[in-house]
């Protein structure tokens, strides 16, 4: 069996899940085979996700692949992309909607094995404060972390989550778009040749 498969078997987290708002049964989308030349290392599937099995198949993965200045053909294909959540599955919403945590549990029962699977990937995307904070050991806020983006690139860039959420923050720091992602896409471009 190979890891992908027992990953897709999971089901750590059902009663955690059935006790959500959402009361879901896990479906973990795993979307990585073996070396890759890029790491996505995002949160946890949303519900669109969830639903299509396919990761960033959303508004969110829209702008993500913007960003990256990738078609979705590129951004898809597993040979090059490997793209590892924090958790596999939708955590679900809590009583009020709002997405709950990725569970810990996912990256300690699978992160460890997946990352010696992909090997050292030449660029690594750190998407939010679960991922950055599990990547670079350290808890910090995640606009404190983006903007040290030259500290890390070119091998790492953390970025935002795409979430249209983030909308005022992209707005808020124009750094990001004119600074930020020129170098990522010039990056992403070289690592994908």
């Known amino acids: 069996m190979t890891l992908g498969t027992e990953i897709a078997a999971c089901r750590l987290c059902a009663e955690r899940f059935a006790s959500t708002a959402t009361a879901h049964d896990p479906r973990p989308v795993v979307w990585f085979e073996g070396a890759a030349r890029i790491l996505i290392a995002g949160q946890a599937p949303g519900a669109r996700v969830h639903e299509a099995g396919i990761p960033f198949h959303d508004p969110s993965g829209d702008r993500l692949r913007d960003w990256l200045g990738l078609d979705s053909d590129a951004f898809y294909d597993r040979s090059r992309i490997a793209i590892l959540p924090m958790a596999f599955c939708f955590p679900g919403y809590d009583a009020k909607g709002a997405d709950l945590p990725p569970p810990k549990v996912c990256a300690e029962t699978w992160r460890d094995r997946a ?77 994908m040749k």
């Open 115 to 191: 990352m010696a699977q992909i090997g050292t990937p030449g660029l690594t995307l750190l998407i939010g404060g679960y991922a950055q904070n599990w990547h670079f050991g350290n808890r910090m806020a995640v606009t404190a972390r983006v903007q040290g983006w030259r500290d890390h690139a070119p091998r790492v860039f953390p970025l935002p989550h795409p979430s249209w959420r983030n909308t005022g923050w992209i707005k808020r720091n124009p750094w990001f778009a004119q600074d930020l992602l020129p170098a990522l896409r010039a990056r992403v471009k070289e690592v």
